[in-house]
């Protein structure tokens, strides 16, 4: 893996973001993606199982499960039922993992703000050299932070900062928080990098990146 010799110090790259390495312990991560490819196989077949959204610049190169509520594209809206069929909910142990990942980062940067309800969540799924461009999540009403979790391979997050973009080389097991200041940011990912996904996380290849967030502007959480 990239850098793996090198200690990995939790940062704080501009306000409101804060890049947690290594939070999830291997077994952690194992056990994430089992139950992602559960979540995924019960709808497998259904309008609300995975799949690769069409943008108005094309399709995306990540595969997509929405949780709680689904994101629609064309045009852009958030969904609870698609043809009848409920979009899943999102798994109660979710909502536990972002007030770890907020109290450690809060630690670093208050700004980043309260732990998210966590009312929804996208489980991306990014094979060898996928990625996805600079955008802005901008569906939900709520301004609490964006938690995001990487598991298997590497690649870059990118983010964009009052002085310019920012890049952080994500690792398997990592978790960044943007919040505050940075919660509207531009960000993207560069391509996963082949072949530096650890073993014992459950995938052979790729990437998964669990994202949370609040939708509604309540209730807030400390």
């Known amino acids: 893996m990239l850098f793996d010799v090198l200690r990995r110090d939790p940062a704080n790259p501009i306000p409101g973001v804060v890049h947690l390495p290594g939070f999830l312990a291997l077994d952690e991560q194992e056990d994430l993606v089992a139950q992602a490819r559960g979540l995924a196989r019960a709808v497998r077949g259904t309008p609300v199982a995975m799949r690769r959204p069409v943008l108005k610049a094309g399709q995306m190169q990540a595969w997509m499960l929405s949780l709680g509520w689904y994101w629609a594209t064309q045009p852009y809206r958030m969904l609870t039922e698609v043809d009848g069929y409920p979009v899943p909910p999102v798994p109660e142990n979710y909502q536990a993992l972002a007030a770890r990942i ?25 094979p060898p050299g996928a990625g996805m461009g600079m955008h802005v999540d901008a569906e939900e009403e709520s301004d609490n932070a964006v938690v995001s979790l990487s598991i298997g391979e590497e690649t870059v997050f990118r983010i964009e900062g009052p002085d310019g973009n920012r890049d952080l080389l994500l690792m398997s097991g990592d978790a960044v928080v943007f919040g505050g200041p940075a919660r509207r940011a531009r960000h993207g990912v560069l391509g996963a990098k082949p072949g530096t996904g650890p073993e014992g996380t459950g995938l052979n290849e790729g990437r998964i990146n669990i994202t949370m967030r609040q939708m509604r502007r309540y209730p807030l959480r400390s």
Do not use: K, Q, S
Not at 105 to 113: F, K, L, S, Y
């Open 102 to 126: 907020l109290a450690a980062a809060r630690e670093i940067d208050p700004r980043v703000g309260p732990t998210p309800a966590v009312e929804t969540a996208l489980v991306n799924f990014y």
